[in-house]
């Protein structure tokens, strides 16, 4: 059954999903917590050791059952890793149980936000290496070709490039606020 006041938020790496999600939770009085987080708790170690040990589809497998509890939620916002609507059944898991949000940002900008993570696995060479400048704008346009038509999906999107973060959260928690009005209005058994 979908909660409404159940918000995936979404986007690629570096958009501003653990930066904007607490402060929306915050501001709607709801929980926040981000999914890489909570699979990291599950495995008892890093998404880099994970994706390292075990393999990218290891990290699928449990990114899937982690969203699968937390499906069962209400009043949460849940901070997507970059790649999870990838899996066709983690987008249909989100899309059925929550509200799903892209926070939308231009290569050039995911690019300047990335360019000094480390804790990034995709954004790093086949041995492990930092990437340049421009093999890491490489990748980001690659990436989010593949991706955007799922982020693009979402019950809504926000922009992110040239914002102030507390602009952000302001017209992110008034989005929500009318969505869920919205679908309360439409169903009204539901919160």
């Not at 995936?8 to 929980?31: D, H, M, Q, R, W």
């Not at 939620?73 to 997507?80: A, D, R, T």
């Not at 704008?137 to 991706?147: A, M, N, P």
């Amino acid at each position: 059954m979908k909660h409404h006041t159940l918000i995936f938020l979404t986007g690629f790496s570096g958009s501003g999903k653990s930066t904007i999600g607490p402060l929306v939770a915050n501001s709607l009085g709801f929980e926040f917590i981000d999914l890489d987080r909570e699979i990291e708790l599950a495995a008892g170690k890093s998404i880099n050791r994970i994706f390292a040990e075990d393999g990218e589809a290891a990290f699928r497998a449990l990114e899937l059952r982690t969203l699968e509890k937390i499906g069962k939620q209400k009043e949460l916002v849940v901070s997507l890793g970059g790649g999870v609507l990838e899996n066709d059944r983690c987008f249909e898991q989100i899309r059925s149980h929550g509200t799903l949000i892209y926070l939308k940002s231009s290569p050039e900008i995911l690019t300047l936000r990335l360019q000094h993570k480390t804790d990034r696995p995709l954004m790093k060479g086949p041995d492990g290496q930092k990437l340049s400048r421009e093999e890491i704008q490489e990748r980001v346009t690659e990436l989010l070709k593949k991706r955007e038509p799922r982020y693009l999906k979402a019950d809504l999107v926000l922009f992110t490039d040239s914002k102030k973060i507390g602009t952000s959260v302001e017209e992110l928690t008034r989005k929500i606020e009318r969505h869920i009005r919205r679908a309360s209005k439409n169903n009204p058994n539901e919160k």
